[in-house]
């Protein structure tokens, strides 16, 4: 069965694949990692200040991982509405109480797959967007570290100047690449919105809920 899934808008995907190949370098300057006596040496509201920056990477990867999970459930949903159609088709057309219904129908499932298919896009943006959310954590982590040791004497303040650069260059992207996936957004909300029109539309023609009529079994 062929799939009515719309593709991403190009300036949409070129954008948000730009953005992640910007904001993913292989190293962010000459970052050092802190070692356990210059973080004793650290103020608290230094080590408060790293903490948070380390909890808001881990946050930002459980944002990828979530964003992969919505992929996979929508995956399901719409092999699921494959197999629950075919089940469905075969009912009207055996049932004859519901003669006749069976494109009325079919309009409500290829809207369903529609919107389904723009979330899955939705849920494929979104992993592209939290891989930016965890870069830009990334060097914000970085940016913490490099200014604490500067704080404690280790590294000079010029060695701040690379990393803030790369901070603000990744909070471009992030950006960029948000206002984007607005477009994908709307259109999974379009989707609904027309899905849930064809199941009124049904329900009215047929005089009764549209999940009960079509879909119980």
């Known amino acids: 069965m062929s799939r009515c899934r719309l593709p991403l808008a190009n300036t949409t995907v070129a954008l948000i694949t730009l953005a992640l190949a910007v904001a993913t370098p292989g190293t962010l300057g000459c970052s050092s990692l802190i070692s356990h006596a210059d973080y004793d040496r650290l103020p608290h509201d230094a080590r408060q200040e790293i903490f948070d920056a380390e ?11 979530a964003a992969e999970d919505r992929r996979q459930a929508f995956k399901q949903a719409l092999a699921e509405l494959d197999s629950r159609w075919e089940r469905t088709a ?9 003669a006749g219904r069976g494109p009325q129908a079919r309009k409500v499932r290829d809207a369903q797959e529609a919107y389904l298919s723009a979330e899955l896009q939705v849920a494929e943006v979104e992993i592209q967007t939290t891989r930016l959310d965890t870069a830009v954590s990334r060097a914000r982590l970085a940016l913490v570290r490099q200014r604490q040791l500067a704080r404690i004497g280790r590294v ?10 790369a901070v603000a260059a990744r909070e471009a ?5 948000t206002v984007a996936a607005t477009t994908v957004r709307t259109r999974a909300e379009q ?22 009529v079509v879909w119980g079994e």
Request: aromatic share 6%; proline share 4%.
């Open 156 to 165: 000079t303040g010029a060695s701040l100047k690379p990393l803030e650069a």
């Open 55 to 65: 909890n808001d990477l881990i946050i930002a990867r459980n944002r990828e991982d």
């Open 173 to 177: 992207n992030q950006k960029a690449a």
């Open 90 to 98: 075969q009912h009207l057309a055996k049932s004859p109480a519901a």
């Open 191 to 212: 989707g609904l919105e027309a899905w849930k029109a064809a199941e009124d539309e049904y329900a009215r023609a047929s005089g009764g809920d549209y999940d009960t």
